[in-house]
């Protein structure tokens, strides 16, 4: 999917301020933003159909968000991916080289009308004023022992791939987390550690300006929550409990 699946896809758009004036000190829950709203995408391979954007208003609903084509619209050979991605409102300083990105996710093998050998990754990715990371989950061996070499870690340039501890099949909701802490890019699941990658000479990321999830086929996401990586404060979160609604929660 690293070479598949563009994130480019999104186009740009000015990010949205935030009054910081109302960010409390005791980090109480201050409000949910709606002007922050999760944007998706449909991402096709092979065009047919093509690849189009896809409004909270339709994959946001019973708990989670997804985004599921009928399958008989889709070409038998459009092996395709779906996406969600969030800009951090400009005005909310989160330092994306201290962070855990934490989601409940699932992609299991009948998410998708195609057989899970074509796919059922799943990725979180960061990006920042100067620099971004992934990491990417993959099916098992058993499964397609091809997918391996998708198995990584990534920042800026520097990859690690081919990981074996990123083979997972998310056939239910479990947990993914990409953290960084010390320089480093981290890969968690289900709370235990899988792999790591130092930022040698990549630059830091920065401020942290967009989080997102894509998946080969269409998965889920239950929920997801940003946590400070140095003192565990949560600083943001969606559950998606809200049918056709982001409702992203600033603490």
């Not at 208003?57 to 989670?64: D, P």
């Not at 997918?147 to 990534?154: D, F, Q």
């Amino acid at each position: 999917m690293l070479a598949a699946i563009s994130l480019s896809f999104f186009s740009c758009k000015k990010e949205t301020s935030f009054n910081q004036e109302s960010k409390a000190s005791d980090n109480a829950l201050v409000s949910v933003v709606p002007i922050a709203k999760w944007k998706g995408a449909f991402i096709s391979q092979n065009s047919l159909p093509p690849s189009a954007s896809v409004s909270d208003k339709i994959f946001i609903k019973e708990g989670y968000a997804r985004i599921y084509k009928d399958p008989s619209q889709i070409d038998a050979q459009n092996y395709y991916g779906t996406a969600f991605r969030l800009i951090i409102p400009a005005g909310l300083k989160i330092k994306g080289d201290s962070i855990n990105f934490e989601a409940g996710v699932k992609n299991p093998s009948d998410a998708s009308f195609f057989s899970p050998y074509h796919g059922r990754d799943v990725m979180l990715y960061i990006r920042g004023e100067s620099n971004e990371a992934l990491i990417n989950n993959v099916v098992t061996n058993d499964i397609n022992a091809t997918a391996k070499k998708r198995a990584a870690i990534k920042l800026g340039q520097t990859v690690r791939n081919r990981l074996p501890q990123l083979q997972y099949n998310f056939e239910d909701y479990g947990t993914l987390i990409l953290q960084t802490f010390n320089r480093g890019v981290v890969a968690y699941r289900n709370n235990e550690y899988l792999a790591g990658l130092a930022y040698a000479n990549e630059p830091l990321i920065g401020r942290l300006k967009e989080i997102g999830i894509v998946f080969k086929g269409s998965g889920y996401v239950d929920y997801i929550k940003i946590y400070n990586s140095v003192n565990g404060d949560l600083l943001l979160s969606e559950d998606f409990n809200t049918d056709g609604e982001s409702t992203v929660v600033i603490y």
